[in-house]
């Protein structure tokens, strides 16, 4: 298996990451050829039907930039072929885990994870994941292993919903560049502390690490750092002392929407990482204190679920939308939070 990155367990959405599979650097002696064909007598077992699937997915690149079949390749130019996966070195380790797959096809799973489960095998987390899981079960259909799970995306440790899961390379290709074109439809709920002064609105800002703490992220000004961001929120139930809302995406970084609404004032309730799991709003009687712990005890996370999930399916073209309940421990403390406001009109009694 290929080195584990250092914060594996942290993944949101991550944003899709290119890996270099070929290099080539053009002879200056090189007669004009189209890239096409040059590519077909360079690697290995390349067909011209694969060649033109990188090169229309945008996998191919000369000098940096994307190219087309008919281009004919000329000394001195840079060819990089790239893929959406990352290598790895030792297979996936079968496991018999418990999965909630809500769709499956020959090209793609919809996996609704569950909260508290890692999507992808590193570092501290080698067993157990959800690459795991679905390993075993893909070995049910075929036996001899050669179907393997292709992540498109991630969803961190703590944050429950809908993924995504490519069963081909082909699929995975397709979906990653509607992730990376950000035409990808992703909706979130979440709880969140605090009242939102406005009913709805949109986040923007660039995201990068934390210069203090490298395993959390942060809204810079500076538009020279990190990668911009835009989050769409809506209110939808006032809780008084936490609000709970709707988040679209329209791009994808890592902890986006921790990050964002934390600097917007609002920090997903119980997010221990960003500071939500203190009591950040409400009032000093002893009985709500109690309240609010009892609700972390509920749910130990981030309040954060991937709640629908639309694409355009690899193989057929047809748009497809799916949605999912929110978790039983989401439910819950969703649940007390409103029966507390409703019996003690907090609505009279905000800070």
């Known amino acids: 298996m290929s080195k584990p990155k250092e914060d594996t367990e942290y993944f949101e959405n991550e944003e899709i990451e290119e890996f270099e599979t070929h290099r080539f650097v053009i002879d200056k002696g090189q007669e004009p050829l189209r890239i096409d064909k040059y590519l077909m007598n360079r690697v290995e077992n390349a067909s011209r039907v694969k060649v033109k699937e990188a090169i229309d997915e945008g996998r191919i690149k000369v000098n940096g930039l994307s190219t087309k079949a008919s281009y004919k390749v000329k000394p001195d130019d840079v060819i990089l072929a790239i893929s959406y996966q990352e290598p790895r070195e030792a297979e996936i380790v079968p496991e018999n885990l418990p999965i909630d797959i809500v769709y499956e096809d020959e090209a793609l799973a919809i996996i609704n994870k569950k909260p508290g489960m890692v999507v992808h095998p590193g570092y501290g987390n080698y067993t157990g994941t959800l690459v795991n899981a679905l390993a075993w079960h893909f070995q049910q259909q075929v036996p001899s292993g050669e179907l393997r799970p292709w992540l498109v995306h991630r969803i961190d440790k703590d944050t429950s919903g809908l993924l995504v899961v490519a069963k081909t390379e082909q699929a995975l290709n397709h979906l990653a560049l509607q992730f990376k074109e950000h035409t990808i439809d992703r909706v979130y709920h979440a709880l969140v502390w605090g009242n939102l002064k ?154």
């Not at 210069?211 to 209110?235: C, N, S």
């Open 198 to 351: 406005e009913e709805k609105g949109t986040i923007t800002g660039n995201i990068a690490r934390s210069e203090k703490d490298r395993k959390m992220f942060r809204v810079y000004d500076d538009p020279e750092i990190g990668k911009p961001a835009v989050t769409h929120y809506k209110l939808l139930r006032d809780l008084t002392f936490v609000s709970y809302i709707e988040c679209k995406l329209e791009t994808g970084r890592t902890h986006q929407i921790r990050v964002h609404l934390k600097h917007l004032g609002h920090t997903l309730f119980n997010d221990s990482h960003y500071g939500g799991n203190k009591i950040l709003k409400g009032v000093v009687f002893s009985k709500y204190k109690q309240f609010v712990e009892n609700c972390f005890q509920i749910m130990p996370r981030q309040a954060l679920h991937a709640k629908t999930l639309g694409f355009v399916h690899p193989v057929s073209g047809k748009y497809m939308h799916f949605d999912s309940e929110l978790p039983d421990d989401f439910q819950e403390v969703l649940l007390k939070w409103t029966r507390v406001n409703e019996t003690y009109d907090m609505n009279d009694r905000k800070n």
